[in-house]
């Protein structure tokens, strides 16, 4: 019988020609896909936070091949059900609370949606008008509501924003910028004169950027910090290395920043540090990928105070604002030094709105030439929640971590690391709880009997800690170190997570410290 369907054959084979982009089939799968993620949601609290799956288990439950034929939707979704889902570790779970929060919302999966739909790659403007005019307005909307000086904004005077991926691409473009900027003063015979500085503190995405951008490795500085400074980057301690590296015919190039540090989320005082820096022409970059967000309270501004001697600034809005991964806001306050450094022209991009000069570019303001449609995100997320909503949504995580705080202080076996910022609390169970408590099996197995000094004792103890309530799963965390100490670390800024989820996260860790400590 004839197929009503008159389907194509591909000359080369019988498979019938495939009909990707059906309106009718993608509602039927699109609706599927809601549900099944709606189900996710509702469910994820279920989940072992934790994945409880060992290296490996994947290529033991999949195919070693592609299908050559075509399989439906369900089974695949049933795959995910049964063999990556439980290979996830629950980033939307309420109880996650390790390295930094990633809060997706609808409005965040909506723009996600909405842009992996239109599927539009908005490298130039003439490539997607809209995507391009978007981007520049809503990063102009954020830099208002962070109170950012015009100076970064388009409606000054060469100020811009650009949604980048994540906060290693911007640390990376503007230190291209400041290499070039610097290098067309003094000769690019000198790139490797350039010194790039930050702290011990500093994410190692700008190590990663020195190393890419051809700094040479002898030029990285990282400028040891102090408890009695709360760990921040002191500018006294900036600038006796500059003068070092000067007297050393050295040229001081790029300074990081940081507003709430990774490890504990410490606060470089940004103004100081460029009093320091404009002396020798440094550029500097904010990297306030997570703690960014709470700028936009107005109690949480001050941490930011300087930024108007920066030259760049940047948050990661995947981090704590809502925003499906990824987008990373930056702000620059000379996007023709960014734009210097990262433009090419070839013939098949050239066009008359470009050659115009009155339009944007994206693909100059970033390391690929494609780019998703990001922007889209922020802008549903600012509608779909004013930022009114946003500020109180991230000023209750700071009331739980509040919360959190109080609960290990009245634990008199466990001691708060450094002063808590923002959302982040870290904590470990005292040295004198161990060490009075030192002959209890559970301590004696983090050693094994060695003979270890008390540091490494009190370290183990608390690395068992952890190891034992990420192993429950029914809560996640993960460590930093300052001067040697193991702690634990609570990021508190999950979409979902609630007073109550805390509060039961606190009982946990007293629960395994007890069978711990031998009680
Ligand atoms: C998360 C984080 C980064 C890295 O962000 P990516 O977007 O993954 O590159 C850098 N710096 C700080 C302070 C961070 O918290």
């Known amino acids: 019988m004839e197929m009503k369907n008159t ?25 599927m896909m809601v549900d099944f ?12 936070v934790l994945s409880k799956v060992e290296p490996g ?7 070693t091949s592609a299908p050559c034929g075509p399989e439906p939707i369900e089974s695949i979704l049933k795959d995910v059900q049964d063999h990556i889902i439980p290979g996830l570790t629950h980033w939307q779970s309420p109880n996650f609370y390790g390295y930094f929060p990633s809060s997706g919302s609808i409005a965040g999966f909506m723009g996600e949606m909405l842009s992996a739909g239109l599927n539009v790659v908005g490298f130039n403007w003439v490539s997607s008008p809209s995507a391009t005019e978007l981007e520049s307005i809503v990063m102009d909307w954020l830099g208002q509501v962070l109170n950012l000086p015009k100076s970064f904004l388009f409606c000054g005077d060469h100020g811009g924003g ?13 230190l291209v910028a400041a290499r070039e900027k610097k290098l067309s003063q003094v000769g690019k015979e000198n790139i490797g004169k350039l010194v790039v500085y930050g702290s011990d503190q500093t994410h190692s ?14 030029n990285f500085r990282v400028i040891k910090t102090k408890r009695s400074n709360s760990f921040a980057l002191s500018p006294d301690s900036l600038l006796s290395t500059i003068l070092l590296d000067v007297e050393r015919g050295l040229i001081p190039c790029f300074l990081c920043a940081t507003v709430g540090t990774t490890a504990i989320a410490t606060i470089d005082p940004i103004g100081p540090l460029c009093n320091v820096a404009k002396d020798y022409g440094i550029w500097v970059h904010v990297d306030a990928a997570y703690a960014g967000s709470a700028c936009i309270c107005p109690e949480f501004r001050h941490c930011i105070d300087g930024v108007e001697e920066v030259n760049s600034f940047s948050l990661n809005a995947h981090k704590w604002f809502l925003t499906n991964l990824t987008c990373c806001c930056l702000w620059v306050k000379d996007h023709i030094a960014l734009t210097k450094s990262l433009t090419v022209n070839p013939q098949f991009l050239r066009n008359k709105a470009s050659e115009s000069k009155r339009v944007i570019d994206y693909k100059d303001w970033q390391i690929p030439l494609s780019r998703k449609f990001n922007a889209l995100k922020l802008w549903l ?11 109180n949504f991230l000023r209750n995580h700071v009331q739980m971590a509040k919360t959190f705080e109080g609960l290990v202080r009245l634990d008199k076996r466990f001691e708060i690391v450094v002063p808590p910022k923002f959302s982040l609390v870290c904590f470990r169970i005292a040295p004198s709880a161990i060490i009075a408590n030192g002959l209890s099996k559970g301590v004696e197995a983090c050693y094994n009997g060695k003979l270890v000094n008390d540091e ?10 952890l190891d034992s309530v990420n192993s429950s799963g029914d809560a996640f965390m993960t460590h930093g170190e300052v001067e040697g100490a193991f702690m634990i670390r609570c990021a508190i800024g999950g979409t979902l997570t609630e007073e109550h989820h805390v509060i039961m996260a606190w009982k946990l860790v007293q629960e395994h410290a007890n069978s711990l400590l031998g009680l």
């Open 57 to 63: 288990y994947l290529k033991q439950r999949l195919p």
């Open 7 to 31: 389907m194509n054959r591909n000359p080369q084979s019988d498979a019938p020609i495939i009909k990707p982009l059906d309106p009718e089939e993608f509602k039927r799968q699109g609706y």
């Open 205 to 218: 995405a700008l190590q990663k950027a020195a190393q890419i951008a051809g700094i040479h490795p002898a």
């Open 381 to 391: 997320v600012l509608r779909s929640y004013g930022v009114e909503n946003i500020r």
């Open 37 to 48: 993620l709606a189900d996710y949601i509702r469910n994820v609290s279920h989940y072992p």
């Open 162 to 174: 650009v949604v980048l991926g994540t906060t290693c691409e911007a640390i990376l473009c503007t």
């Open 456 to 465: 490494y004792m009190v370290n183990e103890v608390n690395r068992k800690l």
